[in-house]
């Protein structure tokens, strides 16, 4: 199974729904991956994606995803 998303304002009110995606923009900023000294595959792409999805129930919201890696390096 892959990952959840859950309607913030049907959460809390205690509702279900179903979630569409809706529209997405990202900022362009080309970095390519690299592999370390030992080896080890890092992706530190500075980019942000903007998402946008709404709910069966009427609801819109948007999150914001910044790169980040498994070494720890993050855009935040």
Known sequence: MGHKMICPECQKQGLTSKVFIGTSTATSVYSP?????????????PSTTIAEYYCS?????SES????????????
């Open 33 to 45: 991956p690299f592999y370390d000294e030992e080896g080890r595959r890092h992706k530190h792409d």
């Open 57 to 61: 129930k009427g609801h819109n919201w």
């Open 65 to 76: 995803i910044s790169g980040k890696c498994w070494c720890g390096w993050s855009k935040e």
